[in-house]
């Protein structure tokens, strides 16, 4: 017999172990919005404000989904509820989580999101929508308003599906409608993610709505925030193993590590949840954090990825359990990332290093290399550029790099990028091996400097590797 569909209707029915929400969900007011509704929002931010609203009921939380039904579908039938579990070799935990309060599908119901917009209650918007959904330029700044999504958005203002278009519309609305200030906060894996989600909303407001820009510079602040869990995209043999330690079936589940962390500008515009009594923590200065956590994690995260592609393998825990892969990584953090890494005041870097390790062989996680193999143009500009640009040690870095060009131009494995269609037009051109190397150096946003100073060994890897050398190797 199918388990039934969790609910708040059978809440009490779950087992003991089961963690609940320890505040009556009905006195909940909505006080965040939320942009992409994916699974990282739900292991993270919605965690820490589930465990906010247990002492402050204003923080509930209004998701928004912009292109897919899917969240909306997930998680209006369960009332917004979903459960967490969190495992590693140590144990497991499993919580279901409440602050999501409903879901709205941007450009399907403009009415419902504008009144969203314009609830004074509201107080804060925070967002994951990816890299690529910041709309960017090569330069990763300025917004690309030639992007056919911009363009539809700005020509159907009430059909916006991008982040900045939908974010813009509801600017306008609430500046019409009462001007009450609003915290904005990224919490995507970019660098300055709030600076350059402001720098892209500030020019997509000169093309539709500049009259909004006053108000943006006076009453808004946009705080850049740090996240960090690792959270795999659920399958049906974890959501069948989730919904049996459940004892119900929740489409919306998430399966995650217990290791969490969330660093937050202190820069508000607004009241703001207590956050830090859920373990976030407040800083003045972030740019060591988002360093830190850019060009060592994420940074060894993309080489497992396309390493552990590259040699089929599953899951970045079957990487780790791969004695070559393993030791090319361990050495590619040793000797070139963690060099070039000013860690945050009091910040044991080598301990942070030891504990990726193990967070990447956490073996109950089945986190697919192909999952962060996904949009690599945008993921390496952020990830592994600003290591090349430094004066360090960049032997195993441009190893990685060549394999990425390795596993583009020379193999049939599916590219799944925002500029696929330029990758695709290298890997079947004929074109002399340094001009296909610009072009992929070209996508990846790296300027005529870097590339000059890259190029001959990297040239080199990619050959050694097109003669069948496999890339751990030295
Ligand atoms: C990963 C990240 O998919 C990816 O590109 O590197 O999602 C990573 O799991 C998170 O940033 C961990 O906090």
Redesign the pocket.
Known sequence: MTAPRLSAAMLDALPDSVRLPDYDRSAVKSGILHLGLGA?HRAHQAVYTDTVLANDPRWGIVGVSLRSERAAAQLNPQQGLFSVLSEDAGGHELRVIGAVQQVLMAPREPDALDAAFSDPGIHIVTLTVTEAGYCLASDGCSLDSKLPAIQSDLANPLQASTAIGVLARGLKRRLDAHGAPLTIISCD?LGNNSTRLRGALTAYLELSWPEVLPWLEAQLRFPCSM?????PAQTEISLARQAELLGARDEAAIATEPFS?WIIERDFATPMPDWEAAGAVFVDDIAPYEEM?LRL??AS??AI?ILGLLKQQETVADVMADQALRKFIEQLMAKDLLSAIQAPAGFDLHSYRDALLARFSNVCLQ?RCA??A??CTE?LRQ?WLPTLAGRGENRRLLKALAAWCYLVVDTEIEIDDPRRDRLLAVRTSDAPVSEQLTALMDSLGMDTTLQQRCMPLLQAHYVDLKSGSPPTRG
């Open positions: 990282f894996n996240v960090d869990r690792i959270v962390q956590k994690l994420n995260h993309s990825a986190h999952q962060i996904m949009d993921k990830r």
